[in-house]
């Protein structure tokens, strides 16, 4: 069955009919822009991008406050005179000593003003930065005075770390459409960092272009020297050289940034504020092939039973692959890799997860990470979104891509069950067709996936996951003046059949169509109104239509929802989903409301991420911030909101209320708060697909802190807490310490803590005709006591910046205990009897995982990979919240052991 992967729980949801006409219309286009119609004869039915956390790499967060620079142009404000950009007569060596005439020319950019910690001053440090080009590249040399160049400070970091240390960023648009570009970062001690910028506020670090940066300290201050090959960009070269162009420079000991242009605190936008960059003439030079061929090495020395004849102890393997890049005419780029192998990312950490909800897993391999934003759909246009008991679809979850096998794997004495499928292949195109439209798409095929098995003297194989084809299609149009814009998502999952096996494990195709957009309300760009609509359409025989409908996603078989019911004869499913919101993102005061509709049948989860389907979501809010430092506070914003979530029948889930806030100090201490609160309602998944019980009213409430992330020892405490009215109750802590000892080294240590009741964890359904007021079923549930200790360790020495060492360790315990077992006596109610249940399923889970990495860019473009991953667990039928963790008992368990060797080399044919 497809799984949903675990956020928060889930809720219910509507009802079956026939789809409407204009829903073919979603799906069809769908089918069609992803060219899947030939596997098709029936028609067809992410987050905003990620921000650095500690240095500020891109954007600011939208949430805390957001951009940069006077009014944007499209309101009619006050416009800069633009930054003149020399051609190159000679060559330049980047070095960071900024030597070269050109460095020396009459045409350097100055007039830099501070947005922290006082918006709009002059900067209290002189920067001089020049441009300079020729038809291969863009050279950037920046000179950074300093008064007291002994109090710099330089870090060094591994590429796109977060660490602080002064920096000095350059922000390009080089296609001039003033929504979308690339950010460079340079600090103090030569350390980079780069990224793509989109929806004019949004930053995404996961894009790694190939260039080059170097800095020096002297004693004027420091320098920066930069070449980014015209390559990695995608610019119109047939027009003029017109650009869009800013820059940010960081002064960590006085937690200050300036920049050439700022957005206020109060106001939205980014790369619509940028001042021109313009050049004498046009770059002509074509882009170039790029690839990037890889061998592997791996060596798996694992646990093993002393006669299984598929593991002896030892695996070797050997693999090969290679990565693409080109540049279809000015406007378009496509991505390819072939036979990929993410070997050295980092390992996922482990949890413990008693919902009815599948984890939900970060996504960190590099293909599917860089560019992710490129298909994130129906956050587009506001700079800011507020949710209060809803979680937005993820339409596009590239976890679902070369996968863990889904089907159920025969019984046998032996197995050999791969990990994940394998991705034979995988290609994004991606660029803007004009200055107003922009297009990406995805296309990926995994191979068919078969188990070996075997029991006594007979060995077979087991067809587990089917080949797969995976395809996903975005583009969005914008007016010229950005005040609307439009856009269209499609993805499609066509799984190869090449007989009847696993037709009733997994789906044969699923489609997704949708729209989203925006459209500000006024010129001046304080209202917006956004959001999105959606139709979904899965595909398959009659038993597996029957488990989409019975999934935790949907819940059809509810006894008393008499707006749903499981279709027996059914072997398709089209839903609905839809998301509307009202945000007043400019001045002081805030205010955002929204309302969201899931029908029972939606369903993404092929593709995408989906707790739940069946939900009604409204909410109203309003907030007001401070952006004028005083003598304690730098920044400070609270909100209120007022929210409420039904099913399609029209059953109160939740209603309540949430306030919160989030307080910046001149010492760098920063802080979050919140306090929420719900009244009775009632609970669609409490008996997970039974009937509906009560839902008692509850409260929760949590806090963090932290110091300054710049000072060579940070401290972190966070906790939350809640309690219901029927005695269950949480509370977790989860403290942090970093230690920076030196400019090269870190060592982070997390801990985490949560203890926690819930009076009632379900735990099975049992048919009983006596149990008439349950619809002769008997719901069972028991009292949950539980305790999860864990920490998470991490190292980063970093040697140079292009020789860096990570390690990663994440030792794991929970352990837990049943009492009190009851089952429910009524629907609707929170009324329970006791039942002889015997012995309960406790349970204590303990593990240490870990991993080291060592990368050396040996050349630009080019790396060498050695890591060793490590992993020890055992499981006990023991538990409660009095079992202790005993850690140092995993130290005598036989560990999992992976070595790899990965070499990548980057060349333009």
Known sequence: MTSQPSRPRAQARPRCGAPAPWTRVYLAAA?????????????????????????FIGPPAPASGAFIGPPARASGALTRPPIRAVRLTGDITIDGALTEPVWQCDNACTAMVERIPIEGVPAAQRTEVRVAYDDHAIYIGARMYDTAPDSIVARLGRRDDSVASDEFAVYLDPYHDRRSGYFFVINAAGALSDGTLSNDVSSDKSWDGVWEGRARIDAQGWTAEMKIPCAQ???DRAGEFVWGIDFRRTVTRRREEDWIVYRPRKESGFVSRFPDLVGEDRIAAARPLEVWPYLTAKGEYLQHAPLDPFNHGSRLRRNGGADLHAGLGSRMSLNATFNPDFGQVEVDPDAVNLTDVETFLEEKRPFFVDGASMFEFGQQGAGDYWNYRWE????????????????????????????????????????????????????????????????????????????????????????????????????????????VGLRDQLNDAAFLGGLDGWWFLDRSRTWVLSGWSAATRVQGDRQRMIGVQQSSAHYFQRPDAGYLGVDSTATSLTGFGHRYSLNKQKGATQFNAAVGWLTPRFEVNDLGYQPQADLVNAHIGSGYRWTRPGAVRRYQTVRLALFGAWDNGGDALTRGAQASGYTELNNGYSMNYYVSGTLRGLNNRRTQGGPLTLQPASWSLGADLGTDPQRALFYYAGFAASHSQSGSWSIEAYPAIEWKPSAAFSLKFSPFWERLRDDTQFLEMKDDTTATGTFGRRYLFAALDEVTVSAKFRINWTFTPRLSLQSYIQPFMSSAGYRNFRSLARARSYDFTPFDYGPGPDFTERSVKGDAVLRW??????????????????????????????????????????????????FTP
């Open 857 to 906: 860019e040996w050349r630009p473009g080019s790396a060498l990979f050695l890591v060793w991953t490590q992993q020890r667990s055992e499981s006990l039928p023991v538990g409660g919240s009095g079992f202790h963790p005993d850690f140092q008992r995993l130290a005598g368990l036989h560990p999992d052991n992976v070595y790899l060797v990965k070499l990548s080399y980057y």
């Open 392 to 499: 937005d679809p993820l339409f596009f979850y590239g976890r679902r891509i070369g996968r863990e096998p889904e089907a159920e794997v025969p019984d046998a004495d032996y197995q050999d069950v791969p990990a994940a499928a394998r991705i034979l292949a995988a290609a994004k195109l991606s660029g803007n067709l004009s200055p107003t439209w922009s297009l990406g798409t995805l296309h990926a095929v995994t191979d068919r996936v078969m188990a070996r098995l075997a029991t006594g003297d007979s060995s077979w194989r087991a067809e587990v996951e089917p080949a797969t084809y995976y395809g996903a299609l975005r583009t969005q149009r914008v007016t010229s003046d950005r005040r609307v814009g439009i856009g269209f998502l499609g993805t499609s999952t066509v799984r190869s059949r090449d007989g």
């Open 233 to 235: 960009l995608r610019f």
């Open 31 to 55: 089918c069609l822009a992803l060219g899947s119609a030939p596997a098709l004869a029936t028609p067809p039915a992410p987050a905003p991008g990620a921000h650095a956390s500690g240095a």
